[in-house]
């Protein structure tokens, strides 16, 4: 299971990316977008994101 973004919440502020134990996200226009090959599921991004946009 990887992470889920919501694009309609999410604005790209950064904040999961900087978190990233593995460099999973990066932000892409105005929504960040998961990498799922690296991805471990660890869900820090998930509670940094202020808008809620990110679920496991």
Not at 22 to 35: A, F, K, Q, Y
């Amino acid at each position: 299971m990887v992470v889920n973004v919501d694009t309609d919440k999410c604005t790209g502020c950064g904040a999961c990316v900087d978190v990233c134990p593995t460099d999973s996200l990066e932000v892409e226009g105005d929504v960040v977008v998961v990498n799922e090959d690296n991805c471990i599921d660890c869900g820090v991004c998930v509670d940094e994101c202020p808008t809620q946009a990110l679920e496991m």
